[in-house]
Each structure stands twice: as C-alpha cells, then as structure tokens.
C-alpha cells in the first residue's frame, strides 16, 4: 500500500465563486475539493481510484485506529479551499444525530472549522448570532423568512492567519475577499436559511425545516489568532485536528501518523518535499527517504496513510503546512 497519495482538486462551480481557483467554466469556481472520499489519486499503483475505494479496501491500515472507530473504512474527512466573490448563503449544518434523523442512518453531520488563507481589509463572515438574541427570536425569523434572520447575525472582520471554528448547529456564512482553507467530516450537508435576496431555486433551494431542526442559537465562535510555534494546534474537537507546522530550510519536521489517523497534508506557502523515511535512518544530514520525495507546491495537498512508520517533510524557505488527522 502506497503511504504518500496525491489527490486530484475537483473544482466545484458556485454562482458566488471567485477567480483564484480557476478560470470560469459556466459559473465561477468558489470550491475546490483537494482531499475527500470523492478525489481521485493520481500516480502510483492506485492512480484512477478514489479516497473512499482506497479507504474501502485497506481499511484501519489506510485510515487510521482513530478514524475506523468514528466512521468505519469511509475516508473520513473533508479538506477545500473557498474563494467567495460574493456572500454565500446563510447556512447551519446539522450534527450526526440530526443528520441521520434527517437523512438517514447513513448521514454524517458537518462540523467545520476555517483557516484565512488571505483576507482583503474590509473581509467579514458571520459566526451565530449577536449577544442578547434569544432562540425564540432565532427560530422565529428563521420561520418568518423574507430577511427576518439577517439582522440577528453576528459580523466578524477576519485576518489572514485567523482560525475560525464552526460546530455543528452554528448559523454563519463568508463574504467576498476572503480565501479560506476548510477542514470538515466528509459530509456535503448544508440547510439554506437566507440567501441575500437571490432567489430559491431547484438548484439552491431553502431548508428552513431542516435549519429549525438544526440550529443551536447560543453557538456563537469567534475567529482567533494562534500562537507562534512550530507545531500549533488551531482546531481540536471530536472530529478533526487541525495544526500548523512551520518548517524551516535545514530543518524537516518529522513525523508518524503510528496507525492512529491518516494525515492530510496542505502547503499554504510551498514548495515543500514529503519523504518517506525508515527508523534510525535520521543522522547528521537529516532523514533519508525509502522512496523518491513528493514535492508540493503552494496550495497543493497529499494524504499519507496512518500505516506510515514516519515520514519527513522539509523545505527550501519558511513555509506552512496545515496537517488534518483524526483525534
């Protein structure tokens, strides 16, 4: 089994897209989707397959002991990159007993959290809403429609280098000038409550049922700003880990998934190498690889599975890598 994967980024057309992920097909590009069940690695001896084929047939092995007790032998998170032109929808997703009473017995709820890859001075998201409004007055503009709920929500100007968590049952949503990397459970379950005036269609219904079902008035996160360091944790929740290593020229950061979780590896600055490495093979020039490196550029993501012993990642400038795993 191959222990470095590279997936292929599926880019996702939104009618709020922007422009750094592609160029316009039809409607503009807002999502790319570079790690999940659905991308399809490219090289190698499973070139063609997807995440979720690969996480079928190896199961713990590729996945990880952490992520097979949650959801099984499903690749079991979500990693995008989000360029919004324009406000996307207000929106909660639901947790996973929601999900799977809403849904099914096979649906996963959607907890996320965002890390702001760049942010234009006057950039704002929504995180829950303002201090002092009550649930009774959420789920009543919620029922009442026609904008009841925009003058409730709580604006947030975000930094680049902010991280922002968003739990299950928040009400939130992103503005344009803002560039986000997006960890999440690999689940596409999204309730419109408000979409700006645009209006519904078969394509972007509202699911106002659904978002009464789900929402949680009092989840009101805020961005923060992480410590310095070289290996910082930004999220941590039931779900998902989320850390920045900083990675400096000279000197690789090493480390070993030890079966517990695949890692998902995202170079926010690049390039950096992913090299494979055997135990007691670190000496004086640093760790030597059992196979050839895997060099990504900026933006560019590689999964590495939990069966890995270790493996090192180093770099010819300062650069950041967000690692996702499963706790």
């Known amino acids: 089994m191959p222990t470095i994967l590279r997936p292929v980024p599926d880019l996702r057309e939104r009618v709020w897209g922007g422009r750094r992920l592609g160029t316009p097909r039809g409607q503009p590009i807002g999502e790319a989707w570079v790690a999940g069940p659905s991308n399809t690695v490219v090289e190698g001896p499973d070139s063609g397959r997807t995440l979720a084929e690969i996480a079928a047939r190896d199961g713990a092995a590729f996945v990880g002991r952490n992520a097979w007790a949650r959801t099984g032998d499903r690749f079991p998170l979500l990693v995008k990159l989000l360029d919004p032109a324009d ?56 029922t009442e429609g026609s904008g009841a709920l925009l003058p409730l929500l709580s604006h947030h100007h975000a930094r680049p280098g902010d991280t922002i ?76 880990v989320l850390e920045r290593l900083r990675v400096e020229p000279g000197h690789p950061a090493v480390l070993e998934p030890g079966g517990a979780s695949l890692h998902i590896l995202t170079a926010v600055d690049g390039p950096v190498r992913l090299l494979p490495v055997s135990p007691g093979t670190a000496g004086n020039d640093g760790p030597r690889a059992r196979s050839e490196p895997i060099v990504l550029g900026i933006l560019e993501t590689a999964v590495v599975s939990a069966a890995s012993s270790s493996y090192a990642i180093d770099a010819p400038s300062p650069t950041r890598v967000l690692l996702a795993r499963v706790p």
Do not use: M, N
């Open 87 to 142: 406000w996307l929808s207000v929106q909660v997703h639901p947790d996973d007993a929601t999900a799977r009473r809403l849904e099914g017995p096979e649906a996963l709820g959607k907890t996320e959290a965002w890390y702001v890859l760049d942010a234009a001075r006057d950039a704002e998201l929504i995180l829950g809403v303002r201090r002092g409004v009550g649930a009774a007055a959420v789920r009543a503009a919620l």
């Open 165 to 240: 968590p968003v739990p299950a049952g928040t009400l939130h949503t992103v503005g344009p000038g803002l560039f986000l990397y997006e960890i999440q459970q690999p689940s596409d379950l999204t309730y419109r409550c408000d979409d700006w005036g645009r209006p519904a269609t078969p394509e972007r219904p509202l699911h106002i049922a659904q978002a009464l079902a789900s929402v949680r008035p009092a989840s009101r996160p805020r961005p923060r700003q992480a410590p310095d360091g070289a290996r910082v944790t930004l999220v941590a929740c039931e779900q998902f």
